[in-house]
């Protein structure tokens, strides 16, 4: 497969997960506003600041807007061309690279995305938006899986189909790693604490957003707690937003590439993808705690963009450095 | 007429559908009682159902404005354009002819030059063609084959007989559009074909295919074939990643190869990989920035010198640009005749060169009445219609005719042949052309009919899609016996 094919489609599905995991953020962000009634200009503020700082568009956003509130953040991150982590930023980012591999990937898979494309642009996107905004990040998330489920279904699982799978898991990890994040940046209310019903809610919106809920409550018997929550979406062997299982599968993606054996490595993305597998696969919570969580993620993260910059460098060794790097 | 037809008016032109007594000819009869039977409205759904299937599966070109590029479908019409067994037999038959005579002619050109000896074509003409190319004189392309794929224009005039009205022997486009208006056809009228016996397309990108696997350097059986193109920018990407899915091979950009030892290889994961035949959909004036154009980013550097060293096999050849100039193209029944005694089956439409004294003067006294075309434009650029143009348009024209003769080239109007076309609910005539490909492969192979471009716009005789033309379905019957 070409260097330029294959950092195309490892693209193209970064930009998927990153342009799914905005929406879900926002649909959760505005679900837990509703459940705090008493809202000023103060607490707005408290609210949306900590998505601008999970996605780092903090500075980006002062650019455009001078005030924090609700629908300039929302509008920031979904709508704004000019913010190149937005949704529409991203889905045209995805489409771009779709079509640089337009043969490689099926008619399907295409017409998927050219038909989310097309709809991001649309004055019926905006007004969907405006009438319900958390009907409208759904339907962004389902028309994103479909894009999933007929890859699948539609691909043939070679080369090219790996380096989707690879893209789409380093993506994931690095999502469930800031929205676990988003946590850390959210200040309780004064008088509020750990473990009181803002601290519950907070940890069931950040289980939401990771379509987690439901999967979570079925092993932790009613028992909410941050260590509880942080145990699942980090060290979870076969929930498949787990910062575990997508390391897990970016490690198998890999190898099925190189044709390595498992356990072993023929490059640096696997010998760094098999190093923070390892270390995962023997982690404990308590480690995570005495680490302190938001260190431990942050450390995370980096280990991944590790990962991301191996991969190119590995199976892209050819290519300009303009072309290199989102 | 009735129901939508109700009011067509022929308008004096030359008609697909009608003939001069306002009869439907006989291989349209059938067609027109299916669209009687539809009224206005049913007619619109389906013709935005095609356009929206169209914008879903990015078949769009890119028409730049500006910095700003926009996507764009190309008008389609639902009405298709019927041409009889009869009729597309003769057409199959001077194609070939033509064809075979221009890649005799650039052969020749290219070796000894015997159609300038014995004083056929002036020498000049050829060698001051912009893209005659010195650097390939006594070079042997692989089976003789320059130009492997062949976009042929042609027009009908009033009195319905088909003119050639030029050649595309560079890197013709909008096969796609051919193929991708079939299938939007099928998808809107299922039982129209069920009941016509329309010649199949869709073989066209293994035919493509096998022209090039067989144009292979030193025979070699089992050639890496790729599509070249300039990128995703370029504004037939959508076709030139149509052909490379259609006929199952990677699509390249000039990044993705690099010369070594005067051989061409593509980047992949696995390291370097030998590539034995190029389509590229790239001009050669870009092709290799060490050889023709410094600027060019689009091109492989070195990339001439492995061909030259029959280490890669590029199609269309390098240099076939002269055959389709449009002062060459003057000379085309000449060269028929020269090389293969025949007399031209499809006649070309009558031209003068400014270029010859004579033919210049008439021009000039002529202009208002003539189209005159810049010799090496393509695209609808570059030329001026007389009875549409301004008094600036014919002055500058004027002017540079007379700094450029060889640049230049004059035709009478042809009042191109006219089909129904749907225009807000409304059936209109617009003028039309045809374009059909030909692949030169072991064998000359056509698919049956072409591309029909329309001129959208009320009395435009341009149907370039850069232009604002828009396009139609081609059928070509099976046989003589009338539609059940």
Not at chain 1, 222 to 248: E, K, M, W, Y
Not at chain 2, 304 to 309: L, S
Not at chain 2, 433 to 459: F, N, W
Request: proline letters at 4%; one cysteine or more.
């Amino acid at each position: 497969m070409l260097s330029r094919v294959a950092d195309a489609c490892f693209w193209l599905s970064r930009y998927i997960e990153r342009a799914e995991a905005n929406a879900r953020i926002l649909d959760v962000n505005i679900q837990l506003l509703l459940d705090f009634e008493d809202q000023n200009a103060g607490t707005v503020q408290q609210h949306w600041q900590p998505i601008l700082a999970t996605l780092e568009d903090q500075e980006r956003f002062s650019e455009f807007h001078t005030g924090i509130s609700g629908d300039a953040v929302m509008e920031f991150v979904t709508f704004e061309k000019k913010n190149p982590h937005s949704i529409v930023s991203c889905v045209t980012l995805a489409r771009e690279n779709a079509r640089m591999v337009r043969e490689q990937i099926s008619s399907e898979m295409w017409e998927q995305l050219n038909r989310l494309y097309l709809y991001a642009q649309s004055p019926a996107a905006h007004a969907a938006f405006a009438e319900s905004p958390i009907e409208f990040y759904r339907s962004l998330v389902d028309s994103l899986h479909s894009f999933q489920g007929i890859t699948d279904a539609t691909m043939t699982h070679s080369e090219g189909w790996h380096f989707l799978q690879l893209g789409k898991f380093l993506e994931r990890a690095d999502s469930t790693s800031r929205v676990l994040d988003i946590k850390y940046h959210i200040l309780l209310p004064t008088g509020e604490h750990v473990g009181g019903t803002v601290d519950v809610t907070q940890w069931l919106a950040v289980l939401r957003s990771c379509s987690a809920l439901e999967a979570f409550l079925k092993i932790s018997h009613g028992q909410v707690t941050g260590r509880n929550v942080a145990q699942f979406l980090i060290l979870h062997d076969s929930f498949p937003r787990s910062i575990r299982f997508c390391i897990d599968h970016v490690d198998g993606a890999l190898h099925r590439i190189s044709g390595c054996e498992h356990s072993y490595f023929s490059n640096e993305a696997e010998r760094l993808s098999g190093k923070l597998r390892s270390a995962l696969n023997f982690t404990t919570i308590d480690d995570v705690f005495s680490a302190g969580m938001h260190q431990y993620l942050d450390e995370t993260q980096l280990r991944i963009t590790g990962i991301s910059n191996a991969v190119i460098k590995a199976y892209g060794q050819w290519l300009d450095d303009a072309e290199l790097g989102d | 007429m009735q129901g939508l037809f109700e009011s067509y008016d022929r308008g004096g032109f030359f008609d697909e559908m009608f003939s001069d007594d306002g009869r439907v000819r006989p291989h349209y009869a059938l067609l027109r009682e299916r669209f009687c039977q539809m009224d206005p409205s049913e007619f619109e759904h389906k013709r935005a159902l095609a356009e929206k299937s169209y914008l879903n599966q990015g078949v769009t070109f890119t028409v730049y404005s500006g910095d700003e590029g926009t996507e764009r479908i190309m008008p389609f019409d639902l009405i298709p354009r019927i041409i009889p067994a009869t009729e597309w037999e003769i057409i199959e038959r001077g194609l070939v002819q033509r064809l075979t005579a221009l890649n005799l002619f650039l052969h020749d050109i290219y070796h000894e030059q015997r159609i300038i000896e014995e004083g056929i074509i002036p020498a000049e003409i050829v060698l001051s063609a912009k893209h005659y190319r010195p650097e390939l004189v006594g070079f042997n392309v692989p089976r003789n084959i320059y130009i492997h794929v062949c976009g042929t224009d042609l027009i009908r005039g009033a009195d319905g007989q088909y003119y050639v009205l030029e050649d595309n022997g560079r890197c013709p486009s909008g096969v796609s559009y051919l193929l991708e208006n079939r299938q939007a056809m099928k998808r809107v009228f299922p039982k129209l074909f069920s009941r016509y016996p329309v010649r199949p397309v869709d073989r066209y990108p293994q035919e493509l295919l096998a022209a090039l696997r067989h144009v292979a350097p030193n025979g070699n059986p089992d050639p890496t074939v790729v599509v070249l193109t300039p990128g995703i920018y370029n504004s037939a990407y959508f076709e030139h990643s149509f052909l490379a899915r259609a006929m199952g091979i990677e699509i390249v950009v000039g990044r993705d190869l690099v010369v070594e030892k005067s051989r061409v290889f593509m980047k992949t994961t696995k390291g370097l990989k030998q590539v034995d035949v190029i389509y590229r959909r790239i001009d050669d004036d870009f092709l290799d920035p060490t050889v023709f154009r410094k600027d060019s980013a689009l091109g492989v550097p070195g990339i001439v010198d492995a061909y030259r060293a029959g280490n890669v096999n590029l199609a269309n050849a390098i240099g076939t640009g002269v055959a389709d100039d449009k002062v060459t193209y003057y000379y085309v029944p000449a060269m028929i005749k020269f090389y293969l005694g025949e007399d031209p089956i499809l006649p070309n439409v009558e031209t003068f060169l400014s270029a010859v004294e004579t033919d210049r003067k008439y021009i000039l006294d002529h202009l208002p009445e003539l189209v005159v075309k810049a010799a090496n434009e393509s695209g609808g650029y570059g030329m001026m219609i007389g009875p549409h143009a301004s008094q600036e348009e014919i002055a500058k024209f004027r002017d540079a005719i007379i700094a450029d003769p060889r640049g230049y080239i004059a035709q009478p109007v042809i009042q191109l042949s006219r089909s129904p076309c749907c225009n807000d609910g409304k059936l209109e005539g617009r003028h039309i052309d045809l374009r059909p490909y030909i692949l030169s492969g072991e064998k000359t192979v056509i698919i049956p009919g072409g591309l029909t471009r329309v001129a959208m716009r009320k009395g435009s005789l341009v149907v370039n899609s850069s232009q604002g033309g828009g396009s139609k379905d081609t059928w070509v019957l099976d046989e003589e016996v009338a539609p059940c």
